[in-house]
């Protein structure tokens, strides 16, 4: 059956045929990018490799390190030069990792089908193709196309003013083709997005304005109309800016996921200030519409930066099945499971705290809570009291384990988790019951990048060889 597989191209037919596991066993090792920036140490960022097999000897070791050729680029998210969306063609291959930097705009494509295990660099595309070619900066996420062409979404200009446009990479030379959009109409920020042929969309996020965000967080910049609102909606065949669905001041859509079914219309996208989850709908008219389905409540606090702290919703998605949504709140500390059978109404069957800013005997105190009767305990793991809150999470394929890393950005942690920084991050795995729904971490899962051979490292985003929950689209 999987040579029979093979002969169709990366990735899946279905999604329920990579949540059923036919063709692909437990995911074996899984990649996260490392940061450097804004720790104080003058090394490069390197994409780490680390062994999450159970049976291994090298179980939650980094087993190998490719470190970059520049200082200070920000690698922050990943994406594949083929998945699912290329499955139907069996030219395709799934061996090079899209790795975008944030804050150099530099894309790095890395090898990773000579040794799974040893990745290496297979080619640099320069900033400077992405501001003359584009006139696009700071790419983020990154997908490809069943064109066989890669699809990566800007944060601004060149200038580090606040820009929503694309760049094309070509699938075989990586090298930039220049702009998806057409027209004069772009929005005035980006971050990330996904498209679902079927409904002829591409549906694109905001963060904020690069030079804004840059260094950190001031909610001044809020009021001042630098941070995101807005949830933009693409027609996919002109790829032309048809709708802006505005989801309100400051309230910073980040994470978009629709439903992996590609006959849904219908999506979630998470806003990280604001902290509501909101549902993306085509409308009787053709047109698309949101609707709140979840808020998180701040908690009024002393001794913080505000006196109402945000849940802070960062990362999001759902499983294979289209049965669970998941999120993190970084700065509260939990990340939930939500049942979404009825998409219009989640409903709460799984919470886990692992850190965050509002645990027992730091300096936050909290005076009115709409959630919890008291302050969490701090989160200790292995007898490591875990700095940091839980942020980019990944499911496995099956379903069964949630991955969590604890860092956001490098001058956000440096920001809201000192000791982060100065700790490094941690990978953590948690256990999901796919059944009934509830979440308990594995106290036998830690991986530490405090203890990377140059110095405590920002570990950020979790992808594996075989593709992802939030990698893959079904077209």
Same mark, same amino acid.
């Given at each position: 059956? &999987?040579?029979?597989?093979?002969?169709?191209?990366?990735?899946?037919?279905?999604?329920?045929?990579?949540?059923?596991?036919?063709?692909?066993?437990?995911?074996?090792?899984?990649? %996260?990018?490392?940061?450097?920036?804004?720790?104080?140490?003058?090394?490069?960022?390197?994409?780490?490799?680390?062994?999450?097999?159970?049976?291994?000897?090298?179980?939650?070791?980094?087993?190998?390190?490719?470190?970059?050729?520049?200082?200070?680029?920000?690698?922050?998210?990943?994406?594949?030069?083929?998945?699912?969306?290329?499955?139907?063609?069996?030219?395709?291959?799934?061996?090079?990792?899209?790795?975008?930097?944030?804050?150099? &705009?530099?894309?790095?494509?890395?090898?990773?089908?000579?040794?799974?295990?040893?990745?290496?660099?297979?080619?640099?595309?320069?900033?400077?193709?992405?501001? *003359?070619?584009?006139?696009?900066?700071?790419?983020?996420?990154?997908?490809?196309?069943?064109?066989?062409? $890669?699809?990566?979404?800007? %944060?601004?200009?060149?200038?580090?003013?606040?820009?929503?446009?694309?760049?094309? %990479?070509?699938?075989?030379?990586?090298?930039?083709?220049?702009?998806?959009? =057409?027209?004069?109409?772009?929005?005035? %920020?980006?971050?990330?997005?996904?498209?679902?042929?079927?409904?002829?969309?591409?549906?694109?996020?905001?963060?904020?304005?690069?030079?804004?965000?840059?260094?950190?967080?001031?909610?001044?910049?809020?009021?001042?109309?630098?941070?995101?609102?807005?949830?933009?909606? *693409?027609?996919?065949?002109?790829?032309?800016? $048809?709708?802006?669905?505005?989801?309100?001041?400051?309230?910073?859509?980040?994470?978009?996921?629709?439903?992996? =079914?590609?006959?849904?219309?219908?999506?979630?996208?998470?806003?990280?200030?604001?902290?509501?989850?909101?549902?993306?709908?085509?409308?009787?008219?053709?047109?698309?519409?949101?609707?709140?389905?979840?808020?998180?409540?701040?908690?009024?606090?002393?001794?913080?930066?505000?006196?109402?702290?945000?849940?802070?919703?960062?990362?999001?998605?759902?499983?294979?099945?289209?049965?669970?949504?998941?999120?993190?709140?970084?700065?509260?500390?939990?990340?939930?499971?939500?049942?979404?059978? =009825?998409?219009?109404?989640?409903?709460?069957?799984?919470?886990?705290?692992?850190?965050?800013?509002?645990?027992?005997?730091?300096?936050?105190?909290?005076?009115?809570?709409?959630?919890?009767?008291?302050?969490?305990?701090?989160?200790?793991?292995?007898?490591?009291?875990?700095?940091?809150?839980?942020?980019?999470?990944?499911?496995?394929?099956?379903?069964?384990?949630?991955?969590?890393?604890? &860092?956001?950005?490098?001058? *956000?942690?440096?920001?809201?988790?000192?000791?982060?920084?100065?700790?490094?991050?941690?990978?953590?795995?948690?256990?999901?019951?796919?059944?009934?729904?509830?979440?308990?971490?594995?106290?036998?899962?830690?991986?530490?990048?405090?203890?990377?051979?140059?110095?405590?490292?920002?570990?950020?985003? $979790?992808?594996?060889?075989?593709?992802?929950?939030?990698?893959? $689209?079904?077209?």
């Amino acid at each position: 059956q &999987s040579a029979k597989c093979r002969a169709c191209g990366p990735g899946y037919a279905t999604p329920l045929d990579a949540m059923k596991g036919k063709y692909c066993p437990r995911e074996e090792i899984v990649y %996260l990018p490392c940061i450097y920036r804004n720790t104080g140490i003058e090394k490069p960022d390197y994409l780490a490799t680390v062994d999450v097999d159970p049976k291994s000897p090298h179980y939650c070791q980094v087993i190998h390190r490719l470190p970059m050729p520049n200082l200070k680029d920000e690698l922050h998210h990943s994406g594949w030069n083929a998945c699912s969306s290329c499955f139907g063609d069996a030219t395709k291959r799934r061996n090079r990792l899209i790795l975008p930097s944030l804050i150099s &705009s530099r894309i790095y494509v890395v090898d990773v089908g000579t040794d799974l295990r040893a990745p290496r660099i297979h080619k640099v595309v320069e900033p400077v193709e992405l501001f *003359w070619k584009g006139n696009v900066a700071n790419p983020h996420t990154s997908h490809c196309l069943g064109s066989g062409e $890669i699809l990566i979404s800007c %944060l601004g200009d060149p200038s580090g003013n606040g820009k929503g446009g694309f760049i094309l %990479l070509d699938g075989e030379t990586f090298e930039v083709k220049g702009n998806w959009e =057409n027209g004069e109409k772009v929005p005035p %920020l980006g971050y990330d997005f996904w498209y679902q042929p079927r409904h002829n969309v591409l549906m694109s996020t905001e963060w904020g304005a690069p030079k804004v965000l840059a260094d950190g967080f001031n909610p001044a910049d809020i009021e001042r109309g630098h941070y995101g609102r807005r949830i933009n909606v *693409w027609d996919w065949s002109t790829h032309t800016y $048809i709708q802006a669905i505005d989801l309100g001041k400051g309230s910073i859509p980040l994470e978009i996921r629709f439903l992996h =079914n590609p006959d849904a219309a219908e999506g979630f996208v998470g806003c990280a200030l604001s902290s509501a989850v909101h549902r993306l709908y085509k409308t009787e008219k053709g047109d698309w519409a949101a609707e709140k389905v979840i808020e998180v409540p701040s908690k009024k606090v002393q001794g913080w930066l505000l006196p109402d702290m945000p849940g802070l919703i960062t990362d999001i998605l759902i499983s294979l099945d289209d049965r669970f949504l998941y999120f993190s709140n970084w700065l509260h500390g939990d990340i939930r499971q939500y049942d979404i059978s =009825n998409t219009r109404k989640p409903k709460l069957v799984g919470q886990v705290f692992l850190g965050g800013s509002i645990t027992k005997g730091g300096p936050v105190t909290v005076v009115e809570d709409k959630e919890l009767q008291c302050q969490p305990e701090p989160f200790v793991i292995k007898g490591k009291r875990v700095p940091g809150g839980p942020q980019m999470i990944q499911l496995s394929l099956d379903g069964k384990r949630l991955y969590v890393s604890s &860092s956001l950005y490098s001058a *956000w942690d440096k920001q809201f988790y000192p000791d982060l920084v100065k700790e490094g991050s941690v990978m953590l795995q948690i256990d999901v019951d796919t059944e009934r729904g509830g979440l308990k971490v594995n106290k036998n899962f830690v991986v530490d990048f405090g203890k990377e051979p140059d110095g405590p490292v920002l570990a950020h985003e $979790i992808r594996y060889p075989g593709g992802d929950s939030t990698s893959d $689209i079904w077209i």
